[in-house]
Structures are given as C-alpha cells and as structure tokens.
C-alpha cells in the first residue's frame, strides 16, 4: 500500500465497509495473531503510530517500533554509496533483516522540501519497496499518505452519506513550508470517490502536476478561496510549499507572507458554504490554519476523522496480511 493509485471506487468502497465493520465491534478478528508489524518512523507521529500500534494490538498482532538515528542505527538509503559519512547501515540490510522477523513493514518518511524533482520519486520509502518481499505500508512518504486519505473518505461517507458531494480542498497560510503529501492523496481518493473536487491555493502553490493529470477533467483549480467555500459539502483544509522553493525556505515564507489571515478557514468562509463539514488531518497550528470558532464547532469532524485512522488501518492490514 504505497498510494490509492489503481485503486477503483468499487476497492475503496469496499475497504471502507471493512473499516465500518471493525468501528461497529461488527468485525472482531485477529488476522495477525502470532504475527508482528514493523512501523519504522524517520520522523514524528502521534495518530499514524499511536492508531496503527493499536490497531495491530488489536489484529491480534505485535508493533515493533523504529526510529533510525533514535532507536535503530541511521539509514542510508541510495544504491552504490560508499557509505564513509555518518550513515551506519543501509536499507538493504535493514529491510531484509527485518522481513525475517515481520510479516510487514510500514514506513514514514516525509520530504525534506530540499530537491522536488528528486523528492517526488519517493526515493526512501521505494528503497524499501525495492528490498521487501512483505508488503510495505506508506505511512507518509514526500508524495502520499494514503492511511490519511482513506480514512478522510471513509469520514465523508459516515457523515454525509455515499452521494456526491462539492469536495473543497484548500491551502491555508502556515508559517514555514510543509509537504504536499496529504492533499495530494486527499485530491486523489476524492475523485476516485467520484466527488466534485475542487482545489483552491494561491498562484505558485500547484500540486504536482503528474498527479492532477491523474485526477481527471472533473477537477476544478482555483486561486479565489472566496469562491471555492460556496457550496461546499466539505472543506478540507491543509497547507502545503511551493514546489518552485523547495530548497529556498526563506522564499517560500516570505512568498507567503501575503496570505496571512487571508488563507484561513474562519466562520464567514465557513457560512457561505452548503453547511459544510470542516476537515483537517492534524496536526493543525489553531488560528492560523482554522479559528477556534470552526474547529471548535459542531462543523469540524477533525476527531472522528483521526479515530478513523484506527478502523481503516485495520481494514488495510486484515486486508493485506489476513489472507
Ligand atoms: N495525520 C497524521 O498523519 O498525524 P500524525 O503526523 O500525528 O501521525
């Protein structure tokens, strides 16, 4: 599970029925009993490591927690690198011990925002594709965080039903330059749900643009976040750099420094919209990204939506390694 990309409406949907099965106590099996995870983590985490611990405790499984620089050695991940700096074990190693001892591993590896064009090959995380032979499970690369993404869907199904909806995903200021790893998959699940996408960033803030070709003609983009929140079933809020300074952070924040206090989800946008649910994948800065006013309301779905990563991961790793 490296991305949604491939994946049908008819597979997503059943994915979610299989989430909805485990929230509901419907679904108690233990697939992984006897049987361990590895979850190697190169950068923070509460809900992707707390729900998918959990969940694998709860699959009957074991987690084998790693952290390389903190809890296992650093890892260089490039092919052919005389490896003399301060890298101590290399990912061919590392992955084919470990497959020894797991019957998966999942991998979180965000972009460094150094180098786009060589950051959205997703060199880490296919490393690690490259040397298993269990299946690997992105857990957040520089590209996707399909975990994310299927439990957004699968929150948009439990409170609005499975019709089609106005889907708004918009960029909102954020002082320094995040990765784009979210709304790229939120963008891609959302058309492959079917939903009435639409995109709203300031000029310069563009996903990539592989991706969008993926998403199909129905996709509407969109510099005017004033126009964007009317009619919105759903306003999905995340923040993303410019792919143009990926290397320049002082760039970026000074690029974006106009749209503070401009792109921010807030109760006016909010009530011009068809009595929208406000999402957000937390982390989330309060009164920066969204004001109290919206998360704190009966709109903001941000919680179900986190506790939704447990019941999808479920369905992703019964799915997986139930077999
Ligand atoms: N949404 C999400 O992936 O949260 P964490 O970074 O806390 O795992």
Excluded at 57 to 64: I, P, S
Excluded at 145 to 171: F, N, Y
Excluded at 245 to 273: C, H, L, P
Aim: charged share 25%; proline share 4%; glycine share 8%.
């Amino acid at each position: 599970m490296i991305s949604t990309i491939g994946m049908s409406r008819e597979q997503i949907e059943k994915l979610i029925e299989s989430a909805l099965r485990f929230k509901r106590g419907d679904d108690v099996s233990k697939p992984l009993a006897g049987k361990s995870v590895a979850l190697v983590f190169f950068n923070p985490s509460l809900r992707t490591r707390a729900s998918m611990q959990v969940g694998i405790y709860e699959l009957g499984g074991n987690a084998v927690v790693l952290e390389p620089g903190g809890t296992s050695w650093t890892l260089e991940h490039r092919e052919g690198t005389v490896m003399d700096a301060d890298k101590t074990e290399h990912v061919a190693e590392f992955v084919r011990v470990l497959e020894r001892y797991c019957v998966a591993i999942g991998v979180r590896t965000f972009a460094a925002l150094k180098d786009w064009q060589e950051e959205r090959t997703d060199p880490v995380l296919n490393a690690f594709a490259k040397y298993a032979s269990v299946p690997i499970i992105n857990l957040e690369s520089a590209m996707h965080h399909p975990c994310q993404s299927l439990a957004d869907m699968m929150t948009i199904r439990e409170k609005l039903g499975p019709s089609r909806k106005r889907v708004v995903l918009t960029w909102a200021w954020h002082p320094k330059p995040l990765p784009m790893a979210v709304p790229n998959s939120f963008a891609l699940a959302a058309a492959q749900m079917g939903h009435d996408l639409v995109i709203a960033h300031p000029p310069g803030y563009d996903l990539d643009e592989e991706l969008i070709k993926t998403l199909g003609a129905s996709v509407e983009i969109t510099n005017d976040i004033d126009a964007a929140f009317t009619g919105a079933d759903v306003i999905y809020a995340k923040s993303w750099g410019s792919k143009e300074f990926y290397g320049n952070t002082d760039q970026d924040i000074a690029r974006r420094a106009q749209y503070r206090g401009k792109w921010i989800v807030d109760e006016e946008k909010m009530s011009r919209t068809n009595g929208a649910i406000f999402m957000h994948c937390l982390p989330v800065r309060r009164n920066v990204i969204v004001t109290d006013g919206v998360i704190d309301s009966s709109a903001s779905v941000v919680i179900d939506e986190a506790e939704n990563r447990l019941h999808v991961q479920k369905a992703i790793l019964a799915g997986l390694l139930g077999g």
